[in-house]
């Protein structure tokens, strides 16, 4: 029987992918943020998963409006990243777990998901930022993962609560799945952060704190508010929280959390790192 | 929660956010050729075309007259207005060269280092 | 306010496109299917919609394998025709009610629908023929319309309760529409045909009576089926009869039948066209 | 409703209908190339590209030998078999000149007569 071994939510700014190329994981500006990772890389490698279950929006690489899926479902035996326009270098594809991949979506699909299944699909910066942080230096990667793709570009965007139903929903896809893999998942963007309009670099701590306290015992206190609530709180980008509380709902009704960290400002960013244990990886150690 | 939310106003039936943009169908519907423009510039030979010859490629994706203006004047603002979204306006910026706290620098009215520092200033610690 | 003038389903075999091309239409192997369009022609004339909400699966044209979506809207201005590589002529392109898909749109997201939006698309054959067969001759197309796409090929499918349930929320996104609109909601596809495997050329009459003596009076036991139980009763590409479920949701909870039509066959298929009158359309006359 | 379903049978733990594919996501998966070169003959160029260079055209979009097999044979069910689907393998029917009775014909092994007849014959009146 497979098992999810624990959650990850982290941000995944671009200039973090242009930083880790340049070698400035040290440097004074980057070193408070990249050190949150350091439980997450000693957990990593006690934990070792095969399996990464990715919730995160894409930004106009793999979608543009001409078919916006308000949730998409990767399918594909391997993703491979590309070219967005603004510098970063191009990572190494990433293998997909793709019996897992129908798995989730015969299971979202009967429990009245309508999701757009995708059997070819590039992945953005909001899948390789984290799996570098995750997992740095490591060629090749060691998972593979099933992207899951939330709409945070084309408003209406699915509610909080839908999000948390269909992390829920993955999340029991999971524990019906047969195989002997080892989860875990990842929830990738936020937290508060706004790149347009004249409210540009808006972050509100007060919000992500918020954030960063129920997401772990409470997930419902956050998904209760409207998407554009999140967008008045969080700002137009900081909406990106709807992945994590999508990843949450696939970790189980019961996590723990193991370490957090939380740094104002990367790029226009407030960023964000957790790490949870799943409530079935608790059962297994008790 | 005891964040109070900020103020908002309806317009015409929707609410409105100030300073704050909202991609919705009818930003979208406004904004389709210029954010199908922006889209392209995935592509590198793409970004090399456009850097050629500016008019000829927004001529090639049907920008508005209000789009064409905006892009000729690197506005971001009125590149929203026009129904610019920032997800694909953010590629465009890359062409040239401007990262997002220069595009929030312009939109704010303020300058790099003072975008740069109010950043900074919201810092907990 | 906008009203329902009614509904229309009907069959959307490619070879019809054939037929009207060729001016088919009295020939003996044709004249039966076509008479069938003889009291929707006469409707058509006096109610004069304005607009077509239609219903219908895509035979790989717009969508391919790499982005296939359970659910789509439209919200275009205009939607092209285009070869389909089996020398169909293309049609002109037919225009979009744009603000009215954006309506239904935000409706369908906040009624937990988890669509696609689509602001370019390319309609085939299960958009042309019907408006051929609607609107012999007219150009430009007297309607605009709102296209929406159910995925029929690739499982799983949505099951047929979901899709009921799917236009029962557009009905109720028309109902609270504040245009001016007449509004003609159509499915398209089915009845029982199957093009692939050993049991290619399988047709059930028997089924097809039961959804024509159902669909109107009670969709609901047409739907209590799952979409592999409609494969196996109406066959692989019979399962279309999803499209006809759908737009019958959307016809609001009272219809009355004013035409039915079953032919069999045309082409591999049992042909079927009905006309309903809906609830708001028989108060008003009353 | 009186109507008996089918017997069907349990394959895999799968429900199986006879002589039915069903395109799940192993199909799917197994016919990705297929059904992608498939859906290239939407555009009359690349009709003609195949039928210009039939080896080629399958080489470009890297075909599985079986599914090479079943292409180079005309041989649908064994396209099916392949992971093809028949929305987007009825594009390459077209460019053998087959329609779906041909098509019809070939997968129950009738001639396109009595294929034909078949189908008249299940009319009700
Ligand atoms: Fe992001
Ligand atoms: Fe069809």
Redesign the pocket.
């Known amino acids: 029987m497979a098992k999810i071994v624990g959650g990850i939510l982290t941000s995944?700014?671009p200039a973090i992918g242009g930083a880790i190329a340049r070698g400035q994981q040290n440097d004074p500006y980057w070193k408070p943020f990249f050190d949150g990772f350091k439980p997450v890389h000693k957990w990593l490698a006690a934990q070792q998963p095969d399996v990464a279950v990715m919730f995160y929006?894409d930004?106009g690489l793999n979608f543009f409006l001409d078919k916006m899926p308000t949730f998409a479902v990767g399918a594909a035996d391997l993703y491979r990243n590309a070219d967005e326009g603004w510098g970063l270098p191009v990572m190494q594809a990433v293998g997909g777990a793709q019996a897992l991949s129908w798995h989730i979506i015969e299971h979202l699909v009967g429990a009245e998901f309508d999701i757009t299944t995708c059997q070819s699909m590039l992945v953005d910066h909001?899948v390789m930022v984290p799996i570098q942080l995750c997992w740095p230096g490591a060629q090749p990667w060691p998972v593979k993962i099933v992207p899951i793709v939330i709409n945070t570009v084309q408003h209406p965007l699915p509610s909080p609560a839908r999000c948390l139903a269909l992390g829920r929903a993955v999340g029991e896809a999971l524990a019906s799945w047969q195989g002997a893999e080892r989860i875990v998942v990842l929830g990738t963007?936020g937290l508060s952060h706004q790149l347009d309009g004249e409210r540009a670099g808006f972050i509100n701590a007060d919000y992500d704190r918020f954030c960063l306290d129920q997401i772990g015992p409470n997930p419902d206190a956050i998904a209760k508010d409207s998407a554009l609530d999140i967008v008045e709180l969080a700002g137009t980008?900081g909406v990106?929280v709807i992945n994590w509380i999508a990843a949450r709902g696939a970790m189980g009704a019961d996590v723990r959390e193991l370490s957090r960290n939380y740094h104002i400002p990367i790029s226009n960013t407030a960023a964000a790192t957790m790490l949870f244990e799943t409530g079935s990886s608790l059962r297994a150690a008790a | 929660m005891s964040i109070a939310k900020a103020q908002t106003k309806e317009r015409g039936g929707k609410r409105a956010i100030p300073g704050t943009p909202v991609f919705d169908g009818e930003a979208a519907a406004r904004g389709y050729a210029l954010n199908r423009m922006c889209y392209s510039f995935n592509d590198a030979a793409n970004r090399a075309q456009f850097l050629e010859d500016e008019d000829g490629y927004c001529a090639r994706f049907e920008l508005t007259p209000e789009q064409r203006e905006a892009v000729r004047n690197r506005d971001v603002l009125a590149m929203i207005a026009a129904g610019g979204n920032v997800y694909y306006l953010a590629k465009l910026a890359g062409i040239f060269g401007l990262n997002v706290q220069d595009v929030g620098a312009q939109q704010t009215g303020m300058s790099v280092d003072a975008f740069k520092q109010m950043l900074l200033d919201q810092a907990e610690d």
């Open positions: 995944h700014v929006n930004h909001a963007g980008q990106e």
